[in-house]
């Protein structure tokens, strides 16, 4: 049994029996942290149980993928959230070695190492003492001080005077292709960040990414006026990937370099994807995954539209191929590009 199947099966295995061993894994947490599981609400013991379900969940996917740097990456997000949510720091150490004790016990024998050895460096990961991070709009690039401006309007709930501030500094000469790498991009990741730090609620991060889309919407007039390259992509995220800023931006760059694009948007199901990819005689297929528990549906995705008699190009993206840098090649993807600039150039080199 070769190293690779065996990440497999353990993977395999800890998903299907994903409920019972949170339930486990909770009883030992307690245990282990002298919380008495009487004095607990239910709701409180349904949120310990959901929690460590996200872990196992993250431990499987990053098993599946055979990468413990999908696992580690996730836990170094995990502790950052646990510290502005001022949890004691011993709590996660403490929660991935229970983990580690329960997968044990519960997998067959041939299943436990690698399994063990991807939650060792998850704790090790989760013993660092600096849970911080930094802010996305604190460097020198050369619209810090825009995309800074549109947060701060962003986060005041000024959602005109958000979508003015991008609007002029489109028609002062802005290039359309640096307000979404350079203002867009990062200040997602500042609305991300801050969320992950308990600073803005879930409420406010929505807000700010559905403004975001909508200011988006107002610069197609300066995107739908390329020359046509007579080449077609589809462009979408998987089923249950509610996130679409992503991809939407790499199908804009798509039609500002003259493809015909087809953006599909978030939470697509399979068969509607492959259905518009006949459709429209598809030369590309943009694939995106927000997250790594999304990975394993881009894989059937790509499975899926590999089947087609078309066989067009097929380029993945998104979080988890920016970490793992073989992931694509997992999935059976012919490429990847970790942002909207770069996939449009392996989209060109694909298709050409």
């Not at 994903?18 to 030992?28: K, M, P, S, Y």
């Not at 990819?277 to 927000?290: M, P, Q, R, Y």
């Not at 998104?318 to 840098?325: A, R, T, V």
């Amino acid at each position: 049994m070769t190293i690779e199947s065996t990440a497999r099966l353990a993977s395999t295995a800890i998903s299907s029996s994903r409920e019972g061993l949170a339930a486990q894994i909770t009883d030992g947490v307690y245990a282990r942290l002298g919380i008495e599981p009487s004095a607990c609400r239910i709701e409180d013991r349904q949120k310990s149980e959901r929690d460590i379900g996200y872990h196992l969940t993250y431990l499987a996917d990053a098993l599946w993928a055979e990468d413990v740097a999908l696992f580690t990456n996730y836990v170094t997000w995990a502790n950052v959230l646990f510290h502005s949510l001022q949890f004691a720091p011993t709590v996660l150490p403490t929660t991935l070695e229970v983990m580690r004790e329960v997968i044990a016990a519960a997998l067959p024998m041939d299943l436990v190492g690698v399994s063990s050895d991807y939650l060792i460096m998850g704790m090790l990961e989760a013993s660092e003492k600096n849970a911080t991070t930094s802010s996305f709009l604190e460097n020198d690039a050369p619209l810090t001080g825009l995309a800074a401006q549109y947060m701060e309007l962003l986060l005041r709930g000024q959602r005109h005077a958000a979508v003015q501030v991008i609007l002029d500094a489109v028609r002062q000469g802005v290039d359309v292709r640096s307000i979404y790498l350079d203002v867009f991009q990062q200040t997602q990741k500042e609305v991300g960040r801050l969320w992950q730090t308990n600073q803005i609620t879930v409420a406010q991060e929505h807000y700010c990414t559905a403004v975001t889309q909508f200011t988006m919407s107002q610069l197609y007039p300066y995107i739908f006026t390329s020359a046509r390259k007579d080449r077609r992509m589809v462009a979408t995220s998987v089923g249950g990937d509610l996130h679409e800023i992503g991809i939407r931006m790499v199908a804009d760059f798509f039609e500002l370099e003259g493809w015909d694009t087809y953006y599909l948007g978030a939470n697509t199901p399979t068969d509607s994807v492959v259905q518009a990819v006949a459709e429209h005689g598809a030369d590309l297929v943009a694939i995106s995954a927000t997250l790594t528990p999304h990975v394993q549906k881009v894989a059937a995705l790509v499975e899926a539209i590999r089947t087609m008699k078309s066989r067009p190009k097929v380029m993945v993206g998104g979080y988890p191929f920016n970490i793992s840098e073989n992931l694509w090649r997992m999935v059976g993807a012919d490429a990847t590009a970790g942002d909207a600039m770069t996939a449009v150039q392996t989209g060109d080199r694909l298709v050409a």
